[in-house]
């Protein structure tokens, strides 16, 4: 778990750039707003009162599915999401320290989030659940430990969420507890009163599974899996790149050193080689962030804001930011997308 500062802001930067409401991976925000806004109300018993109980287990279900839970022969594929019922009766009933206990309190606390893992096991009618599956639904409820998936093993070298697991994630908190503190971000949500703070250990799930995409492929040279994909990233060489990195190098290279020729929506589609799904998934939204009259940091990242505006119907032409901001983009070599989703 070694990282210096710019390192650790250089993942999070990168994964924050593929969050926007619309995204797969602003499921945990949504997941999470739903269950802590029970806690924080005092009211866990109503998790499974009425029509809350369905609702609580598509809200745990549909997380797990956005975060790539629901692949290939997984016993939750093949299940309905009520398969989460005693999941969520048990958190109605669990001990609410749970959602207090951060990254800070891992060396007090370790006893308590071994029982929350503990009981969170017992209640899956899954033979041997997966550590994987055991901590997304930890972190999608409580945000009290990372995401032990393949990228986060192999960015932070933690094989399991155990107490010396989280001894090792308090020693490296500590460390850089000044710039994860600072990248607490506010979780996604469509009103600014339900939002809440992302927890320390969300910010090094960020920071590890990062990490861990970037050792994957380094190490092995390959394309982004499955995962990957999900966070809407492009690959050039060993350069991993944002969808709005991925568009400021493919306004790059329509516009040919030409800084003033205006450019449309489909001009930079056809550029970049982006299909139509994946531009409608996910692209489009992180365009419109980037344009002066809308930008919106839930969408972009505090990098890209006022690249472009409109100067016609369809038609926008780069400020003086977003030239500025295409010079960065000299180090990347055409033709060499390599497009992944």
């Known amino acids: ?131 994987t599956l055991l901590t997304k639904i930890m972190l999608g409820i409580y945000a009290n430990v990372p995401a032990f998936d393949r990228f986060f093993r192999s960015g932070s070298m933690l094989d399991v969420c155990d107490k010396t697991s989280l001894y090792h994630i308090y020693d490296f908190y500590k460390i850089h507890q000044d710039i994860i503190e600072r990248n607490r971000r506010l979780t996604c949500h469509e009103n600014d009163i339900d939002c809440n703070r992302y927890s320390a250990a969300k910010v090094i799930d960020m920071i590890f599974f990062i990490e861990g995409m970037r050792n994957d492929n380094v190490n092995n040279d390959i394309a982004p899996t499955e995962e990957v994909n999900a966070q809407d990233l492009v690959v050039i060489g060993n350069q991993h790149l944002t969808i709005a990195e991925e568009i400021m190098c493919t306004l790059k290279r329509y516009l040919k050193g030409n800084l003033d020729r205006s450019f449309s929506r489909q001009d930079v589609r056809d550029a970049g080689g982006f299909d139509h799904h994946r531009w409608q998934q996910s692209c489009n939204v992180v365009f419109q962030g980037m344009r002066v009259d809308q930008h919106n940091p839930n969408l972009v990242n505090a990098r890209f804001p006022n690249i472009f505006k409109r100067i016609a119907h369809g038609r926008y032409v780069l400020t003086d930011e977003g030239r500025r901001k295409i010079a960065e983009y000299e180090r990347i070599k055409f033709p060499a997308f390599v497009l992944t989703g």
């Open 1 to 131: 778990m070694d990282l210096n500062d710019d390192a650790i802001q250089r993942n999070i930067n990168l994964f924050e750039e593929s969050i926007h409401p619309y995204s797969r991976y602003s499921s945990f925000d949504h997941c999470y707003n739903y269950f802590v806004s029970f806690h924080k109300n005092k009211q866990l018993t109503d998790l499974v009162v009425g029509s809350n109980l369905r609702r609580s287990c598509l809200e745990i279900g549909f997380f797990l599915a956005s975060w790539g839970m629901y692949r290939g022969k997984s016993t939750l594929l093949k299940s309905s999401f009520m398969i989460y019922e005693a999941l969520i009766k048990a958190v109605s009933e669990s001990n609410p320290i749970y959602w207090e206990i951060d990254v800070a309190d891992y060396r007090s606390r370790a006893k308590e989030v071994m029982d929350c893992k503990d009981m969170i096991r017992s209640t899956l009618p899954i033979a041997n659940p997966s550590e």
